[in-house]
Structures are given as C-alpha cells and as structure tokens.
C-alpha cells in the first residue's frame, strides 16, 4: 500500500483517509489536528481540535473559547487511536506548543513536522526527532542562502544599536506569537533589564508566556501620553511588523525600524521593507538545519511543503533521498 | 575585518546622513591604525585594487557546490557577491585559523599577487571569514561598495572626531596618501597638522547664499561686482610646480573629488602655475550646450579621443585663488579679478575662458541682467545662465558658505502643475509617512510619470499628502502605493525645477533637474494639470523634436 493512500493532500489540508482527520487545515472540517498556534495553521471553526494543551489555550486567545465544538488535549509522547490510526505530538521547536505529529498505520509512521526548528529557544521545548518513514517537512527557507547566525550575536546587534543611538526608539517587528517573546527572553538572557514596551496587539500572548513560566522581565504598553515622545527615547519597542508602517509608529522619536525574521538574511529584502536594522531570527530551520534533520532521522521519503521545494527536492536527489514536494494551499509564505 | 563589514551592513541600510556619520564616527574611534585608514580610502574610493572577475567568483562557488542549487539561490537573492558570501559551503575543519582577516592583510598581499594566483587566495579568505566578512571582501574585489556614503561625508566624519572643519580636511587631503596615520593623529589631538606636499592640491571652495528680497535694501549695489552663473559643474583647475621644476595638473570637483583623468583635453591646456575656480561646460563652435550634452562626459574615469572631439570640454573661469605659487585666496575679489583676466589672457588655449562680468550701477540693473541675459552680455549663450553671481568687491575667498559676501540670484525655477501618481514611505522620521512621490503629466489621455520629489513641502503638508496617499490607495507594490490619479479625482502638484532634458530613461523622454514641490493644489482638478507638450515647450532648443 501507497503511503498517500492513508495520508494525502487536499484543497483543505493534509487528510487521512483511515483516521478521518485533517492536519492543519486551511477550511473548518469535522475533525483537525493542529501542530502550532500561529494563524495559517490553527483556524477556527472545526468541529472538533486535537491539538496540545498549550496550542489550545493560544487558540482560545486568538479566537475565543468557541473556536471549536469539541477541544480535546494531548500531551507530548502520548499514543491515541483515531479510528484505524494511532497518532501521537512531539516537540517541534517552532513557538511554544508546537509539535509534529506522527501517524501510524499498518506498522509504518508518517510525521508531519509542521513548523519547526533546530536552533535553542528559550521560550519553548526543543525539537525532538522521531524516527519514521515518511517525513513530512517545510521548506520555508530551503534554499543554500539561509543560513541563520547565532541569535545571541544578533540581539547583541539590537543593544550595540540602543548604546550608539540613544536618542532614538528602536522599534522591533516581529511576529506577535513566538518571536516576539523569543526576542524579549533573548534580550533579558543578555542582561537587558529596562522595561520593553510592546503594541497592545501582543499584551495577551506575552501574558500567556509569562503564566507558562517563560520570565519575559518587565514590559508595558507602548501608549503615548500626548506630547512626550521623548519618553521613548532610547527605548525598546516590540510590535507586528505591520504596526510599524501604520500611523501608530508615529508617537515614537526619529525610530530606528529593526526587523527579526528569517528574510532579514537578504540585504535587498531588508532594503525593500525600509529595514534599517535586520535581525536574522527565525522560527523556521535554516538550509543547513533542514539537511542536517533529514540525515539524522533518515527516512524512506521526504515530502516537502510550504516554501522553494525546488531546492530541497534538489537537494534530496542528489543525497539519494525519495523527495516529493506536497502541493499544500494556504500557507503564508510571509508568515514568520 | 569584522568591524568593518559591520559597518558596511549598518551603512547600506542607514538612510540618514546623520546616522551614517554616528557610524563612521563610531568606527574610526574603536579600530585602530592602519585598518581605519584603509577603510577610510576604501570608502573614499582611494584604493585601486587589482580586481575579481565575476566569472571567477561564480567558478569558485560552483566548485564547490552544485550549480542547479547555486542558480536558485543567485536567482533568489539577485546580487553575486551577496549569493556567494551567505551560500559559501565553510569547509568544517578545525585547523582553519579563527582569527580576524585584517583590511591591511587584504591590500598588501594582493597587490604583490598574480592574476593566476588570486583565485586560490579567495578561495581561502573566504573559508576564514563569515558571511558578513565573505559580503565585504567581495564587493571591495569586485568594486563599488554601494553603502551610499561620499567621500565628503567620510571626511565629514573624520572632521568630527576632533571638532575640526571639513574644509581642513580638503585642504590637506589631496597630500596624503593611504593608511593616513598622520591625519588620524592631528584630529585626535595626538600629532601636528600634516603638511600638503601636493603642489596642486585642491583648496575647499566658496560658496553663496540665496538672496533674499529684503537683502537689497540693506546693500549698496556699489560694493558688488556681478557675473553669470553657468549651467555647468563647479570645479576647480589646479597647477603648481612639484620639486623637480614640472609643473602637476588636477582638476577638482567642487567637493575635491579629482575627476582629471577623464580630462586630458583640459588638463593639456592648463599650462601655468595657477589655480583657477571656474565652470565646467561643453563648448560647441563657441556656443556652450545644454547640461545634459556635458553629461556625456562626467562619471567617467577614462575617456575616448572620440568622445573629446564630440564633446569638448571647456571651463569658465570665475576666480583665481593661486598663482605662481603666490595664495592669493587672502586678496579682495577686486584684485584677484583683475590678475585673472590677466592670466587667462596668458594662455595659449581657448579651452579656458573668462566669465564676463555684468556692468550695472544699481540693482534694477542686476535684475535686467537676470531677466533677460542675453541683452546683458550672455548673447546666444542666454539659455546656458542659471542666475547670477554678486560678489562683494572686498571678499577674500573663504571656504565654505559665509554669510554675506557672496550671493547668487537664480532665474525663476520653472514650474509645472502634475498629478501625484505613486507614493513611498520615508526613513527615520518619515519612516511612517508617505514622503517620496511619483507624478505624472497628462499625455492624450494618459498620464505619464515625470519625475520624482521627496521635498519642498511643510510637515503639515506632508501630514496631508499622507493622509491623501492612505485614504486614496488603489495599488500596492512593497513600500510603494499607487494613488486614484482619474480626471476627476487626485492631487495636483505645483512641482518647481532648475531645468529640462531629453531623457531616454523615463517614458515621457524629459528628465527634470533639481524637482520639488512648491504647493499643492487641492484646489485644481486633475485634468486641469499641465500636458506633456508645455513640458517639452521647456526643453533646450536643440532638444526638441
């Protein structure tokens, strides 16, 4: 039997044809399995969700409890059967409460890893590789030019910035789930102790990190008192990178625009965005990583979505690797 | 290494002048001789190194990885240097040394480097170095930086470090040479003033003020001389006699970028001890041409016996600052107009002319002058004459821009009502406004672009275009928006220029010079803007069709 006889994509998502379940679907559907909380991944309006514990309480954040009919949690490492399947989560690395999942049928495994990465994050569990014959993967950055440096070095980059300018507000797009608490723990592992100020559309999830015992340090909200831009000089400001092109931007004196993601590797890109001060971190696994993981774990095949498969499909063919790319919609490419 | 190609990271990126200068400034104070010396010539193009092919640089890659990998990335990223220095497979060995690659290792062993050996040495800087240090030493291989810093503003930054003026470092800078320990030395405080031994160096020049109305009233038309402004490029002609008895030849730009060697014609004619400030200009059988025609011959660093034959170079002179060795830059203007028209009446070329002075006795006169230039001595040469030039008889020549004994009294700009076509976020301060546009003419029925202005507005102004730009959006391309420009709905734009070209470049085929906005015309509909022929009505005669 074909391994996408049991598990195969469609117009709504990867579907499993024995278990009757969807993973990561892009359209509400009667039963979904859900790998992390960002919002192309986890949408609401399934009948019912299986997903972490933490994913769901990311979830109800987003979208309210009613996101869902039934919810239903899993811990990490966990077996439960789903009708002629058994399926269990493992840590992805990606944000916190990411996971891959693992399907298995008729004594062979799938794992589709979702989102994820190999780099150390302070702020969620490290990926855990799972030994399986298909291995599902993203490609986000599968291309030899992504090669992520040490995030360490990179938040250095942001404080030398705050010493050499400080008359000016540095304000740091990122991503409001994950990455914007990545970069306010890496900012405190490096001894930054000022108090971070973030847009209001990031309060509730830096809440959430904090109650799961991710220490984030003091943060308050970016607001303005009228006429005091000058109390943001100097400062530390997080928000959604959109905020930052919005007028919203405008209370803060003569800012600096720095950027953390993955695409900050391109100087071009970072041109194009009116990036002055890129900060290469991503949440997604760097071409070195991604090679790196398929070695480790080794599978029959590897089947390849959301981002430049052509590379990695490249890549598997010369390594003696069975490569497919996964033509999934609905994933944005952007989303970082 | 590493510091410098952070620099380079932080400077491509940073669009502010004052930002780049915190940088520089930064980095001269934290690297130590002779690194921050050859940085600063490398910045201030001073440096000829012996180049890198981009088909070496692309064999080197593809040795070491596969070319249908390299050809995704290349593709995706765009830019060679900046492919290879983020793909660049590291070989993971650990006897590879980890220290820092140093600028002054680079410059010394390629210059005693063979064309067969370079590869090899490449080869292995780039093994040694990170991506950041690959991008650096790759675009330094390949030539041009591109982090939009000039050499006026690298010295800007020197200046800084010890308080001094630019202008000083002008002054000495045609002396020196690379690592430039002396100069780092006398503005920390910590050695003397280097001596200039160039015997044609460039002296920093002066520049005017814009008069204002009110001015008039406050001075006698009697204390001042006055002359045409040229539509040209400011320079600087300087010859002196080096310690063998030959006489050198530099030609200067008006920041003292030598720019010589794409002017032998010029250089040949330029045969006495002098230095002369004057106007740079095409000449025609007498006739000087438009702007655009001396184009043809500026950004280059070489230049074709043909091109000197179609396009001959020729300067205007203005002012004389030394001669026979004799600095006379301390003299009245009065006196040193007197010994120019002497010393250029001396040469032997009619390269080099004299710039004629306007008589007048009051300033209706002057203003005659500027209206019509050419019943006032500019002849047929009238259309070549941005404004004028009013000197005070008793002016030393100063560098910089004093206020008071030198104006200029441009023509009226030219003006044209557009229609604002594309918008594009600023930087720093403008980061969250729409401050760069796009505006467009009508053509038939069409508009097409003409020019682009980032200026000349008031922040309230720009605070209402903004709000226009995001409440009229109908396109998005990255930082770029396209607004509703229909006959009915837009925003017309009163846009002022210096001048008009014929331009292959834009769709319209006219370039404007020097354009900002000069009002905004909430009052006028789009389709009362101006047309594409009242644009091209402007061009220089011989540009029309």
Redesign the interface.
Known sequence: MRFDDWLHPTPKGLYCPPGDFYIDPVKPVARALITHGHADHARPGHTSVLASQQTLDIMALRYGEGHAEHTQDIAYGVQQTIGDVSVSFHPAGHVLGSAQIAVNYKGKRIVASGDYKRADDPTCLSFEPVPCDVFITEATFALPVFRHPDDRQEIQKLLTSVAQFPERAHLVGAYALGKAQRVIALLREAGYDETIFIHGAMQKLCDYYQSQGVDLGPLAPATLEKGKKGNFAGAIVVGPPSAFADKWARRFPDPIAAFASGWMQVRQRAKQRGVELPLILSDHCDWDELLATIREIDPEEVWITHGREDALTRWCELNNYTARPLSLVGYEEEAE | MRAFSHLL??L????QRN?KL??LK?YFTTTPDPERGLALAVITGQLNLPSAKPAMLRDLIQSR??P???A??YD????LA??IS??W?EKASPDLPNSDLHLSDIVETLVKTSRRETPALVEAWLDRS??SVRYALLKLLTGGLRVGVSARLAKTALAQLGEHDVDEIEEIWHGLEPPYETLFAWVEGTGPRPENDNPAPFRPAMLAHPIQDDDFTKLDAGDFGAEFKWDGIRVQASAGLALDGTLKRALYSRTGEDIARAFPDLMEALDADMTIDGELLVLIEGRVQPFNVLQQRLNRKTVSAKMMRAYPAHIRAYDLLVEKGTDLRAQPFSERRKRLEQAVASLATSRIDISPLVNFDTWDAVAAARQTPADHGAGVDADAVEGLMLKRWDSAYVPGRPKGPWFKWKRDPLSVDAVLMYAQ?G???R???YSDYTFGVWRDEELVPVGKAYFGFTDDELKEIDRFVRNNTINRF??VREVTHSQEVGLVLEVAFEGLNRSTRHKSGVAMRFPRIARLRWDKPPAEADRLESLEALLPREDRV
């Open positions: 990271d932080r491509i990126l940073t669009p930002g915190r940088l930064d990885m596969d249908v990998l390299f995704l990335s995706y990223v765009g830019d900046e492919t983020l793909a497979p990170d991506s976020r930087h720093g301060k980061s969250s406004f990255g930082p």
